[in-house]
Structures are given as structure tokens and as C-alpha cells.
């Protein structure tokens, strides 16, 4: 994958050594409201303040942003209380807009990251700019949008880019309002190691109770900052109302939380550290030599399925296994949630082979 070009982010936002803080409401709603949190968070140590201008809202008739004015009240938030501003950005005159307002920096919903004529519309009206653009994830597992946005913006010149990782949609009933994922913002981070990643932890929790361990857990995989939505009043917001905080509890979830390094000095660490990676390794090689075989198994099945007629999906006996894992897994100490992916992955895998033998059947015949 070609290298961007890249600013670092402590050159555009100060944060050196330790995690970039946006928060603010979800959306700006009065002059009063935006006017009572951003004298609250002036007291705090934020990075930028944040407030949805235009809102993308799943359905119609909900509170959809008070738009240009919105800016207005930013502008004046920026002045008086010193504090950077941050709004999304969705078309080309959102960011005409936003510049001309003076908007420090901007973000890219997920809900437009999934479009690339959207975020190719965004970019073409930021060239020539110099202000940065936080991209969140789109809305579906993929990262090939995600990198796709990227891509597009730095084409755009803009070199101040930070991902922002906010969790993924899904019809499976989860603790969260999206689900975190955190491989895909890991594989993020290894395709382009310059590019920092903040966590969202208000839009994956979607309730107040859980942000402040999904900020850990941000903290925990090494990413460079985090995004939470705050209000005064959470539970009257016109918008994401069981996930804001008040700036109390802001400052509670940012004192609380541990940031590590991602390295130590200490030999004696190190040593023990290498000791336990080689025993990962081969456990990691035994997992191997098991699936390797398990395969075998399943595609020996697969020609007695097709030496008899008989379907490569058993619903029974797909529902029993499934259960009896999971049971047997528990009495492990091991996550249901954990063990159910890996064996529909491991099940996914072995119905291919499957399908792959019948398949033939059908070529030779
Ligand atoms: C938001 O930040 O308020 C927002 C709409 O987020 P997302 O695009 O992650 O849903
Ligand atoms: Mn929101």
C-alpha cells in the first residue's frame, strides 16, 4: 500500500504523548446549550470541541441539526472559551461552509464513509485546504471503504488525517450499539501505521454505563485518542441521549483511565514476555495441526454426503453442535460470544470444502 502523506498529529493538535480528547454534544441544539457545555469543558484538558451541525438521522422527523447558525454559535465558543471546534461534514457545502466559519477540523460520518461519491464530492471541495479531516468508519465491517476515504481525502492535499473508529451496524442483539471490532482498526493501524486512530466510544456504547470501558479498551490496543459525547443535561438531548455524559463524568472517565506504553526497558519484563510469545506460538501451531485435521474429517464426511444424497447443511446437527461448544467452552471459562464466532467461522469452512466435493460431483457426472 503507497505511504500518504501524512502531518503527525502532534503537529496539528498538540497532543504529544498521550491520547487527543474531543467531546461535546452530539448535536448543537441552542446558543445556550452549546454555549453551557463548552464553558464546562474550557475547564477541562480537551483537545477539541465537538457538535453535530447537520445530523444523519436514520429516520425522518427526528431533530436533523440546526445547520448554518450552528456555526455561528462554534465561531463564538472558539472565541470566547478559546477552544478548538469540530462539526461533521457530509456534502460540499457543509465544507464550504465550515470553512468559511473557520471550523478547526472536520469529520466524515459513517454514515458517508460507505459512499464514495460522497466522500469524492468532500474531497474535491476541500482542495486547497489546510484544516484536518477525522474519517470515521463506515457503518459495515469493511475496511476497504474506510481505506478507500482515506485515500481520497489525502488525494484531496489534505495531511492532517485522523480514522475514527466508531464501531459496526449489525443485526446481531450485542451489548453495544455497535459493535467494536477492534481487529479492523488493528489491521487499520498496520496498513497505515502514520495514521492515528481515535476511538468513539459514545456511538459503539450507545449507553452512558459502558464508556468508560470501551475508552480503556481503546487505550488498551494503543489508540491515539478518543471522541465521547458530552452534554449538561444527557437524558433531555434531541439526540443520543442514553450515551452522552456530562462534563463531571468526562473528567471521572479521562482520570480513571491507564494508558500504557507500547514498550518497556525492562529486561526482566522483556525476557518473560518473549517466554510467553513462544508458548503462544506453539499453542498457535497446535490450533493449526488441529484444524488441518478437523478439515480432513469434514471433507470425508462431505464424500460420504455425496456418495449417499444427502445435503452438506444438517440444520440438527449444526444447532446441536454449535450449543455443545458453546457449553463445553463456558465450563472453560471461555466467552460464548468468542466461541459461537469461532465455530461458525470453523462450520463456514467445512460446508465449503463440502460444497466444493459436491460440486465436482456434478463436473464428473
Ligand atoms: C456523531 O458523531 O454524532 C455521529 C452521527 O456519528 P456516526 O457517524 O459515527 O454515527
Ligand atoms: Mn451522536
Known amino acids: ?17 498521550r491520547p487527543l480528547i474531543i467531546a461535546g454534544p452530539c448535536s448543537a441544539e441552542t446558543e445556550e446549550q452549546v454555549m453551557a457545555i463548552a464553558e464546562q469543558l474550557s475547564k477541562q484538558s480537551i483537545d477539541y470541541y465537538r457538535a453535530g451541525i447537520w445530523k444523519p438521522r436514520t429516520r425522518p422527523g427526528s431533530f436533523e441539526g440546526i445547520g448554518e447558525e450552528g456555526l ?19 456534502t460540499p457545502q457543509h465544507v464550504e461552509l465550515a470553512l468559511k466559519y ?4 472536520l469529520w466524515i460520518g459513517a454514515r458517508t464513509t460507505v459512499n464514495p461519491f460522497s466522500v469524492q464530492d468532500i474531497a474535491d471541495a476541500l482542495q486547497g485546504a489546510d484544516v484536518p479531516v477525522l474519517i470515521k468508519n463506515p457503518i459495515n465491517p469493511d475496511n476497504g471503504l474506510w481505506v478507500g476515504a482515506i485515500e481520497r481525502i489525502a488525494a484531496a492535499g489534505i495531511t492532517k488525517i485522523a480514522a475514527i473508529h466508531r464501531g459496526y451496524s449489525t443485526h446481531e442483539k450485542t451489548r453495544f450499539r455497535n459493535k467494536p471490532m477492534w481487529q479492523l482498526a488493528i489491521e487499520l493501524k498496520r496498513a497505515f501505521p502514520e495514521i492515528p486512530i481515535i476511538n468513539d466510544p459514545s456511538h ?9 470501558e470501551v475508552s480503556q479498551s481503546a487505550m488498551d490496543i494503543g489508540l491515539n485518542g478518543l471522541m465521547i459525547e458530552t452534554h449538561c443535561n444527557p437524558d433531555e438531548a434531541w439526540s443520543d441521549a442514553k450515551q452522552q455524559v456530562t462534563p463531571d463524568r468526562l473528567q471521572e472517565i479521562l482520570a480513571s483511565l491507564k494508558i500504557r506504553n507500547v514498550s518497556s526497558d525492562n529486561i526482566e519484563f522483556n525476557t518473560s514476555l518473549e517466554d510467553l510469545r513462544e508458548q503462544i506460538d506453539a499453542k498457535d501451531k497446535e490450533i493449526i495441526d488441529v484444524l488441518a485435521s478437523r478439515m480432513n474429517i469434514a471433507k470425508q464426511i462431505g464424500e460420504y454426503k455425496r456418495e449417499n444424497n444427502v445435503t452438506t447443511l444438517q440444520m440438527n446437527r449444526w444447532e446441536y453442535l454449535l450449543q455443545d461448544r458453546v457449553n463445553k467452552a463456558s465450563s472453560l ?7 459461537r464466532e469461532v465455530f461458525q467461522t470453523i462450520h463456514k469452512e467445512s460446508i465449503k470444502l463440502q460444497n466444493e466435493i459436491m460440486n465436482n460431483d456434478k463436473v464428473n457426472a
Open 333 to 339: 471459562d471461555l466467552n460464548d460470544d468468542f466461541i
Open 204 to 212: 459503539i456504547a450507545g449507553t452512558r454505563d459502558l464508556i468508560q
Open 1 to 17: 500500500m503507497s505511504k500518504l502523506n501524512i502531518t503527525p498529529m502532534e503537529e496539528w493538535s498538540g497532543a504529544k504523548d
Open 72 to 90: 455561528r454559535w462554534l465561531k463564538n465558543i472558539k472565541e470566547t472559551y478559546g477552544l478548538k471546534v469540530g462539526t461533521e461534514v457530509a
Open 102 to 105: 473557520g471550523i478547526d477540523a
